[in-house]
């Protein structure tokens, strides 16, 4: 369902309460979950009335596909240059996201996926359309260009080093990198390096 549906027409909408209101929501959810997902608690978050709220979206469930339909999942271009730097700037993104507010909304996504299958299904296929088959697609263009031997799994590789980032981040082996940009990209460039070592081109 759109945004925006509830209410009726009158004075023009603020966009500015908007993102407050989209924010505050995520705030909301990623410390609440649907449980806690309510007209009521994310006017506090945002320190608006109610009645902004109601007049922008019909219900929670509206809000929430909102939310959801709000988050920027195209990540910024990487490095372009070898595998081992393209790898290592995937893997920092992925740090980062994981250590924001949106990362503590997608695993609080994660855990509550299966109480609203429909919703959270659909941000998930956007995250695989968006992030994992556009990181996918440079491993391809560096088997094709020979920095990576044919038996290389693109899927497995950008799996294994996502995954490896999110462990390290949720077990606070990686340094966050906004307060320490040097040491979490030495991080996760020993960490590509050991995960590349067996899919390197023979010589």
């Known amino acids: 369902m759109s945004?925006?549906?509830?209410?009726?027409?009158?004075?023009?909408?603020?966009p500015a309460?908007?993102?407050?209101?989209?924010?505050?929501?995520?705030?909301?959810?990623?410390?609440?979950?649907?449980?806690?997902?309510?007209?009521?608690a994310i006017a506090r978050e945002a320190s608006v009335g109610k009645p902004?709220?109601?007049?922008?979206?019909?219900?929670?469930?509206d809000l929430m596909d909102d939310v959801l339909g709000s988050h920027e999942l195209v990540p910024a271009e990487s490095e372009r240059g070898n595998i081992r730097d393209e790898l290592t700037e995937i893997a920092l993104r992925t740090l980062r996201l994981v250590l924001s507010e949106q990362g503590s909304f997608?695993?609080?996504?994660?855990?509550?996926?299966?109480?609203?299958p429909g919703l959270f299904d659909q941000y998930y296929e956007r995250l695989?359309?968006?992030?994992?088959?556009?990181?996918?697609?440079?491993?391809?263009?560096?088997?094709?260009?020979?920095?990576?031997?044919?038996?290389?799994d693109p899927d497995v590789l950008i799996q294994s080093v996502?995954?490896?980032?999110l462990v390290s981040a949720l077990m606070?082996?990686?340094?966050?990198?906004?307060?320490?940009?040097?040491?979490a990209r030495r991080y996760c460039g020993r960490l590509v390096d050991q995960l590349i070592q067996g899919v390197l081109p023979e010589t």
């Open 3 to 14: 945004a925006q549906t509830g209410g009726q027409s009158g004075r023009p909408r603020d």
């Open 17 to 40: 309460i908007r993102a407050k209101v989209l924010l505050a929501a995520q705030r909301v959810y990623a410390r609440s979950g649907i449980a806690g997902f309510t007209f009521e």
């Open 52 to 61: 902004a709220i109601y007049r922008r979206w019909a219900s929670p469930s």
């Open 106 to 116: 997608i695993l609080r996504v994660s855990a509550e996926r299966g109480t609203q």
């Open 128 to 152: 695989r359309q968006h992030i994992h088959f556009q990181n996918r697609a440079l491993v391809v263009a560096a088997i094709d260009r020979g920095e990576l031997s044919q038996s290389c």
């Open 162 to 165: 996502t995954g490896a980032v």
């Open 172 to 183: 606070v082996f990686a340094a966050d990198p906004e307060t320490n940009a040097e040491e």
